[in-house]
């Protein structure tokens, strides 16, 4: 839960079903793994990208959008999310 008016993360659950027999890669693999990426979208804070050009493309590739194109998180996914916790967000090196 993300207050948009403090932008502050109150509290994010993620939950899992999955089948025994089924294994990490089915998750990460196919529709599933879409579904879960933009999951972990929302848990960072991130909603949903509906804007579009006159053509009816994204106007911002998202992988919180519906759009097909945007089967990765794109550079506007980070960028979304540098927002909302500063730009020491990312990978750190040594």
């Known amino acids: 839960v993300y207050n948009l008016a403090s932008k502050e993360k109150i509290d994010s659950d993620i939950f899992l079903f999955t089948d025994q ?7 990460l ?5 879409l579904t879960l990426t933009h999951e972990l979208g929302h848990f960072f804070g991130l909603g949903h990208e509906f804007k579009q050009n006159e053509a ?10 519906y759009s097909k194109k945007a089967l990765i998180v794109t550079s506007w996914d980070f ?3 540098r927002d909302l916790y500063g730009e020491s967000f990312g990978p750190s090196t040594p």
Do not use: D, F, N, T
């Open 21 to 27: 027999r089924q294994v990490a890669a089915e998750l």
């Open 29 to 33: 693999s196919g529709e599933k793994g």
């Open 56 to 65: 009816g493309e994204p106007l911002h590739p998202s992988i919180m959008g």
């Open 79 to 81: 960028e979304a999310i």
